[in-house]
């Protein structure tokens, strides 16, 4: 279902509700279409700093008496700031849904922002970049995007620098807020073990009488590949090499969702690729496997393959996977053997998907992300992926894969 | 949940069927008696590459597994291997039949046992990269110092190096044997499909377990701390220990006992986040883990925290601990940790894997006590609260941090 096609409220709000009234649980989520790419640079780290303070009280409750109204419902909650959004998430017992929807609203609609609070919170913020940055794994995942899109907007730290985040201003933090929590750029998520009418009473009762004007920020039409680099990072400490190649998707989802062939071709590359990938680097380096990861955002899209080899097998590995790829990309693959499982491994992939509706609290944050962005959701394309054959296949892998501006990451310890 | 009774295949295996109407999937698990514990130190890590080498040894099992849109997992503890699957609803047969052929090989190829060390060594290398995880083991090497529990399950990987095809074909003829097993399935199947399904496949597992019962005492030493000087990392990961030597024994008393340990997590939680995160940004993130092996078990506390706050969280962490050792709990602590508990269990019925993997560990560690569980949250009261509180002693820590170098 395409977010304009999705039910609002009177004030203009969006929601979906899937009712699965077996479940013990319910999931209340809102995605905000509010991420780092529409931040000033000299705001970067802004949407995550609100994504925190959402937390630290509201006009009407005091951090300490959200955290007191969260335990009394015992309800869990988090959020996470993607490039395009930001995504707050509540789990509750179903006989706590009412709690879940009240907290939320309270905590999107009247947030307080205080000064002092936020000050205090910004230690936590800086604390949590600088742990990213000592992961390797962590700090691989966040260099990606700043070497694929260089010099563009996706490729500023979704968390923010630690400069900025500590230069935030409460003014300007409170007019980030009030700019972009509104009706009209947030989208509602309810799912799991409540009735379709209880869910859409509550969404009105506490969602619908939320007036704020919105205008919506300009944002570049489609973020692309600068160009292709490799950046090695040595890191003192590290035990061994942590790696990837990483493709950008141009308008993935938002253009794509015109183009469903082409994102279900992506996804069955990706369940073709882990594959191939596990038996012939087994096979021939004897090693560990890569692992592939397609996150489609709004407007961009990252197609990773990670190597995760060890530094004395990296340069066999990584031979090896660009090998794979060149293959795909050229079309010389053994499509009559593998088309079957191609396919089975999209519609594995769909058929997961249908059964992690157990749980609501994912399926929740799901609609309300993805929702936000102007997207689709991937089961949507369900009936995309019997149809697809391997010249549409070869075609994706030509248009989104070019190994001419692939970005590959490498942290490794010092030679 | 009112579980049935388990029942006997001819060959040994226990078999506990819990349909669970109208959800999604079916979750298939099988426990066995083996796990980290068992293993000689000299090739710690075998239970966990075993059952990595079995997904290896045929090259179409994934894809066949994949065909029938069936998901798959392993865990492994200090004390059973479990095995699981997720399998669509309408694909009971199928999951019982792959997984029967799973458990049934007993030849093991130098090829799939040397790929297979490759990625658990490589595992372990990745994941000792990681500050906070590097913090938590380099705990666990002070606190259950001089016993095959102060490495991780995952074991070392000089001692992976040494594993071998027949020492792993040993294991197989020894403990991968129908009666050592408990098979458990759980969601939405009807009792007689699954039935018809299991006597179908399982029955054909052969053999009987000679594993030989492990002493499991794990002694305690005394409290100390460790901190490791990194180069390349700017914030300090902390881990907090406390050891509670055959607190969890398999009557009923005991597993009261444990699930008021569950209950101090819940509100310890609640409490380091308010001090620590909430009242004063001192940390990301600050969180409890209880650890039960069933003969021993412990509590962790871990987190991240820029250098210069680490006295001042340790201290705070640490007047925490004393309160919970005073007893200072409300009434409304007390309804809220029982609830929170009750909650857990209830959504994880939800999910179908992992309330069949969690019933096959339970039935092999808590044996009968796992049909006992009608309220298992009301046996924690104040007086419980109160008592097992006052096994925390904030002088007998165990502390391990990873510190910029």
């Known amino acids: 279902m395409k977010l304009d096609e999705l039910p609002k409220l009177s004030n203009g709000m969006r929601f979906m509700i899937i009712s699965a009234p077996y479940l013990h649980s319910v999931g209340v989520s809102v995605g905000v279409k509010y991420g780092s790419v529409y931040e000033p640079e000299r705001i970067n780290g802004s949407a995550h700093a609100a994504e925190h303070m959402l937390f630290q009280g509201t006009e009407r409750r005091s951090a300490q008496d959200l955290e007191k109204f969260k335990n009394r419902h015992n309800l869990e909650w988090n959020a996470f700031t993607a490039p395009e959004t930001v995504t707050y998430m509540i789990g509750a017992p179903r006989d706590s849904a009412e709690a879940a929807v009240d907290i939320l609203s309270d905590m999107v609609q009247n947030s307080a922002i205080d000064a002092k609070l936020l000050e205090n919170e910004k230690g936590a913020i800086v604390n949590e970049i600088m742990m990213r940055a000592d992961n390797p794994l962590a700090m691989l995942y966040d260099t990606i995007p700043a070497v694929l899109f260089e010099g563009q907007k996706a490729a500023v730290s979704g968390a923010g620098k630690k400069e900025t985040v500590l230069a935030l201003a409460r003014d300007e933090m409170f007019d980030v807020y009030c700019k972009n929590y509104t009706p009209a750029n947030m989208v509602l998520s309810i799912y799991g073990g409540i009735s379709k009418k209880r869910a859409t009473e509550l969404a009105d009762r506490y969602f619908g009488g939320f007036q704020r004007p919105y205008t919506e920020p300009s944002l570049p039409d489609s973020i692309g590949p600068s160009k292709s680099k490799t950046i090695e990072i040595e890191k003192e400490g590290l035990n061994t090499t942590h790696a990837a190649i990483a493709f950008a998707i141009p308008g993935s989802r938002r253009i794509l969702a015109d183009n469903p062939r082409d994102i279900v071709a992506l996804e069955v590359m990706s369940g073709y690729l882990s594959k191939k990938l596990h038996d012939e680097v087994r096979a021939q380096t004897g090693g560990s496997d890569p692992g592939i990861s397609f996150y489609p955002n709004g407007t961009f899209g990252i197609f990773s393959i990670f190597l995760d080899c060890g530094s004395k097998k990296f340069e066999r590995t990584n031979a090896l996977v660009l090998s794979e790829l060149e293959k795909l990309i050229n079309g010389d693959i053994n499509i009559d053997i593998n088309a079957d499982k191609v396919k089975n491994a999209a519609v594995l992939y769909f058929n997961t998907n249908q059964m992690e509706l157990d749980h609501a609290l994912t399926m929740a944050v799901e609609g309300a992300a993805d929702q936000a962005v102007h997207s689709v959701t991937l089961r949507d394309f369900e009936g995309v992926v019997n149809e697809i054959n391997n010249d549409q296949l070869h075609a994706a892998a030509q248009k989104y894969l070019k190994l001419g501006r692939a970005a590959q990451v490498i942290v490794r310890p010092p030679k | ?405």
């Open chain 2, 1 to 405: 949940m009112k579980l049935n009774k388990p029942f006997l295949l001819d060959n040994g295996l226990e078999v506990m069927i819990n349909p669970a109407r109208g959800l999604h999937s079916i979750g298939v698990a099988v426990g066995l008696d083996y796990g980290a514990l068992n293993e000689p130190l000299k090739y710690s890590g075998d239970a966990s590459v075993l059952q990595g080498v079995l997904y290896e040894l045929d090259p179409t099992f994934r894809d066949r597994l994949a065909a029938e849109g069936i998901q798959d997992g392993t865990d492994i503890d200090y004390q059973v291997s479990t095995f699981w699957f997720k399998a669509p609803r309408q694909k009971i047969t199928e999951a019982c039949k792959l997984f029967t052929e799973l458990l049934s090989q007993k030849k093991i190829t130098e090829n799939a046992l040397e790929s297979e060390k490759q990625d658990k060594i490589q595992s372990n290398l990745r994941r000792s990269d990681n500050p906070m995880y590097a913090a938590l083991i380099s705990l666990d090497r002070i606190m259950f110092k001089g016993s095959r529990a102060a490495i991780p399950t995952a074991g070392e990987n000089s001692a992976i190096e040494r594993i071998t095809t027949s020492h792993l074909e040993k294991i197989l003829r020894r403990a991968y044997a129908p009666d050592s097993m408990v098979l458990s399935i759980y969601g939405s199947v009807g009792f007689e499909s699954a039935f018809r399904a299991v006597t179908n496949t399982f029955s054909a597992l052969e053999g009987k377990s000679s594993v030989r019962k492990m002493d499991y005492e794990i002694p305690v030493p005394a409290p100390s701390s460790v901190s490791v000087k990194r180069p390349g990392v700017t914030q300090t990961n902390l881990a907090m220990g406390f050891r509670f030597n055959k607190t969890r024994s398999m009557d009923e008393e005991g597993i009261a006992d444990w699930k008021t340990i569950d209950s101090i997590s819940v509100l310890l939680d609640d409490r380091l986040f308010n001090e620590l995160r909430n009242k004063r940004g001192l940390i990301y993130f600050c969180k409890s883990q209880p650890s039960s092996e069933g003969y021993f078990s412990s509590f962790y506390i871990y987190g991240g925290t820029q250098p210069k706050n680490l006295p001042e969280v340790k201290d705070l962490i640490l007047k925490e601990i004393q309160k919970i050792k005073d007893g200072e709990f409300t009434r409304e602590d007390l309804r809220r940790a029982r609830r929170e508990l009750k909650i857990r269990r209830e959504t994880d019925l939800d999910n179908t894997e992992k309330e069949a993997s969690e019933l096959a560990y339970l039935r092999l560690t808590q044996g009968d006590q796992v049909f006992d569980e009608a309220d298992p949250e009301g046996r924690i009261d104040m007086d419980r609260l109160r008592k097992v509180g006052g096994m925390f002693d904030p002088d007998k820590n165990y502390f391990a941090s990873i510190e910029p170098k």
